[in-house]
């Protein structure tokens, strides 16, 4: 199909989602002394798993030198002493091409750690600095909680990560030069834009033009929790966004048995006229920062349906690493570490889980303009969604139930001919009077073509 072939690589992407820190086990701290140690080399072990459950990109994320959890840079030049260097990984990032797996990368531009060097010139410094002005809101007539005899500006007030002066050039200049390295010298597909909501939008411009220039098929995810993404996805800014409204209806609309707020989201981001129609989204049901999907819901057989909605709907779907087992983990005031387990402490008791994704995956490897086809609603009720997925020349109905008993959800296609099931060929529906009663069975989902 033409429209598959002109389609950038990224519609053609089902990502797997890593936190490095926590999946290779690294000390929580780094203690800026040991060599380096070359936990990125693990990632060959687990790649056999990644790729057989579909996922044909890496999300990888933080990996440069920082003192805690990877989101406080020290050094955007220098792969993190706990997971490597640089040369392993420049190999890694090759030895997954050869697999056929994309990488994409953290890029956090907003704010460094203290231990960033520059920043350290400043607290030794102080008014004599010449990096008094790589930080956003320096005022040296008052103090902060570290006693540096100065205030500043930190990410959403957490003076542990300082803000960067983005309009500075010779801030932009180190960045930009970072990023060419991360280009020419590691290889990288993309970068995943920490905390875009609150970037420059001058920034990501500058930032999309001179990604483009090295590589015209550089991938750029923002990330955004609220808001509305067309602002910043766009031809002059980023190529997708973290869908955060459709992650919250994934989960909420299960855990009170409500399809009618997951069926709003989508309609509202996809059907006719809808705010994000052809806009490759990158859709998840949880990451690094937040519950585990496992833990959000009362009912486990609700993860089936779950992901048959994420693997359906319009974008692009990610899963983070250990929810295809279904790893419970939650979120507390204290700390992230409950999200961020190492790949060892991982059991894979939940077969049947990874088998389902690993075959969503399969249909849609089979339908790549699902990432961007048209979506229009088929039924909602409390506790059952089923839509029709439309692409140039072939369509797809999925259908979810929530409830703990089978039921029969009512189908009606203009079109007439037959639905055949995507799991089990052998399977098919006559539509040939327009309509059709479609069994679904508890707790499950049919995926049907139509022919």
């Known amino acids: 199909m033409a429209e598959t072939q002109q389609a950038p690589w990224w519609h053609h992407a089902i990502f797997y989602h890593i936190h490095p820190v926590g999946y290779f086990d690294a000390p929580e701290m780094n203690d800026f002394s040991s060599p380096a140690q ?5 990632l060959r072990e687990t790649i056999d798993d990644i790729q057989q459950l ?10 440069f030198e920082s ?17 490597g260097d640089n040369s392993s990984l420049t190999e890694l990032v090759a030895f997954l091409h050869d697999r056929g797996v994309r990488v994409i990368l953290d890029g956090v531009f907003n704010h460094v750690g203290r231990n960033f060097w520059a920043f350290y010139d400043l607290r030794t410094h102080r008014e ?42 010779d801030v932009k200049d180190h960045l930009f030069g970072a990023v060419r390295w991360m280009v020419e010298g590691l290889g990288i597909d993309g970068l995943r834009l920490d905390v875009a909501y609150t970037l420059d939008r001058e920034f990501m411009s500058e930032l999309r033009t001179f990604c483009k220039s090295l590589r015209s098929d550089f991938f750029l ?11 910043i996805v766009n031809d002059s800014m980023l190529d997708s966004a973290t869908n955060y409204e459709a992650y919250k209806g994934l989960w909420s609309s299960h855990r009170d048995r409500n399809c009618f707020e997951i069926a709003y989201s989508l309609n509202r981001e996809f059907g006719s006229g809808g705010l994000y129609c052809g806009l490759p989204l990158y859709n998840f049901a949880d990451n690094h920062d937040v519950t585990r999907v496992a833990s959000r819901l009362d009912e486990s057989g609700h993860l089936f349906t779950l992901y048959t909605l994420l693997y359906t709907m319009p974008g692009m779907p990610s899963v983070y690493y250990g929810s295809e087992w279904g790893v419970e983990g939650e979120r507390s ?21 990874y088998h389902c994704i690993a075959k969503l995956a399969a249909i849609r490897r ?21 839509y029709l997925r439309s692409g140039p020349d072939r369509s797809i109905v999925a259908a979810v139930n929530m409830s703990p008993e089978e039921v029969s959800i009512r ?3 203009e079109q007439g001919g037959r639905l055949r099931s995507c799991f089990d060929p052998t399977m098919a529906f006559d539509l040939s009077s327009g309509a059709v009663e479609l069994p679904v069975p508890a707790f499950g989902a049919q995926v049907l073509s139509v022919e």
Do not use: K, M
């Open 366 to 386: 089979e339908n790549p303009w699902l990432t961007a086809g048209g979506y229009r609603q088929l039924h909602v009720a409390s506790e059952q969604l089923a």
């Open 128 to 169: 004599n600095s010449r990096y008094r002005n790589w930080f956003r809101g320096i005022d040296f007539r008052s103090d902060n909680r570290y006693g540096d005899g100065f205030c500043y500006d930190g990410w959403e007030g957490h003076e542990s990560l300082v803000s960067l002066e983005l309009s500075n050039p």
């Open 411 to 413: 189908i009606q296609l």
């Open 221 to 231: 995810l923002g990330e955004i929790i609220h808001g509305e993404y067309s602002h």
């Open 67 to 83: 003192t805690s959890h990877g989101y406080d840079t020290v050094d955007y030049y220098h792969v993190d002493r706990r997971l």
């Open 38 to 42: 070359y936990r990125l080399d693990l």
């Open 54 to 63: 579909g996922c044909n990109a890496l999300y990888l994320g933080p990996v």
């Open 333 to 353: 005031a204290e700390s992230d570490a409950a999200l961020r387990p190492s790949f060892r402490d991982i059991p894979h008791v939940r077969q049947d889980l």
